[in-house]
Structure formats: C-alpha cells, structure tokens
C-alpha cells in the first residue's frame, strides 16, 4: 500500500518563502514520478510541478522561476520551495506519486499554504 505525507504548508506574506515537502512508501520503484498539485476554494485542483524517474522538471508558468521541484536524495521523497509567494498561490497543495508499474496515482492528503497581508 502507497502512503503519501505532505508537510511544511503555514502562513506567509507576499513576498515570503516556505518549503512543502513530501515522502511516499510502498511504491515499486524509488525514483518515481511525482508532483505538486493545488487547490484553490472553488476552483479544481491544478498541477504545479512535476519530477520524473530521471529528474526533469515541469512547471506551469505562473511559478517559473519563483518555485522549484527538487528530489531528496534517491528515493521517493520531493520538495517544492516556492519563493517570492503572491496571494493567488493560497490553496491546498497535493502531493502525487505515480506508481508506473500498475499506472496508478497515490495522493497525500494536503498541506494548506496561504499567502496573506
């Protein structure tokens, strides 16, 4: 069974910085692919970033250059280190690992980031 933490969500001010990390267990292989979702209240849940076996990276392009994906080490554990935070990026963020070998998708249950003056 693939379990998915999530940790390091707060409360910052425009302009702050925090870092989410996430460790998933039971997966098939220790480098898998994985990501940053988000959440916003009323709105459907976005992909933010993305890592894969090989460690390319994806962003969309509102956080280019403020956020960056990175993995711990060689297993299953990432981090998102979101820099120069704006009040749009509030919402639930999701962590996802994809288990490649059965082409399933596990989730954490979500650390809430809020961006606020």
């Known amino acids: 069974q693939v379990h998915v933490v999530e940790s390091g969500g707060g409360s910052v001010q425009p302009g702050g910085s925090l870092t989410l990390s996430c460790a998933a267990s039971?997966?098939?292989?220790?480098?898998?692919?994985m990501g940053w979702h988000r959440q916003a209240p009323g709105e459907e849940r976005e992909l933010v970033a993305s890592?894969?076996?090989?460690?390319?990276?994806f962003y969309i392009d509102r956080v280019k250059g403020r956020f960056t994906i990175s993995r711990q080490e060689d297993k299953n554990t990432i981090r998102l280190q979101m820099n120069n935070l704006k009040p749009p990026a509030t919402a639930v963020y999701y962590c996802?690992?994809?288990?490649?070998?059965?082409?399933?998708?596990?989730w954490g249950q979500g650390t809430q980031v809020t961006v606020s003056s």
């Open positions: 039971g997966l098939t292989d220790h480098r898998s692919p």
């Open positions: 890592i894969t076996s090989s460690d390319s990276t």
């Open positions: 996802r690992a994809t288990d490649l070998h059965v082409m399933s998708d596990s």
